[in-house]
């Protein structure tokens, strides 16, 4: 059985900082490509960041570029997402996912979310 189980979401201010992190289980981690997508009040689910599973390549969308991170642990079977100098836009329910790449995925997490307000 495949789990993939968010945290770190939560509440900041325009300008903070938060990291989320996903524990998989159930998969050969390192075999799997791992992301982040969002999706945000009224829009469609989008990708923001993928990285392969050895962690050599990753790609974060164009509009968060520079603020996000997006790395992995193999040997904890984990993948954050950092995400710096955050802006209300950024608010969203932010979904881990698992796939052979990271724009077809196979699993998906609950999701966590992320709230950016003053």
């Known amino acids: 059985q495949v789990q993939l189980v968010e945290s770190g979401g939560g509440s900041v201010q325009p300008g903070g900082s938060l990291r989320l992190s996903c524990e998989a289980s159930g998969i050969i981690f390192s075999l799997y490509a791992m992301g982040w997508y969002r999706q945000a009040p009224g829009k469609q689910r989008e990708l923001v960041a993928g990285?392969?599973?050895?962690?050599?390549?990753?790609d974060v969308a164009d509009s968060v570029k520079g603020r996000f991170t997006i790395s992995r642990e193999n040997a904890k079977k984990m993948v954050y997402l950092q995400m710096n100098s955050l802006k209300p836009e950024h608010t969203a329910v932010y979904y881990c996912?698992?796939?052979?790449?990271?724009?077809?995925?196979?699993?998906w997490g609950q999701g966590t979310q992320v709230t950016v307000s003053s």
């Open positions: 990285i392969t599973g050895s962690g050599s390549t990753t």
């Open positions: 996912l698992a796939g052979r790449f990271w724009a077809t995925p196979l699993y």
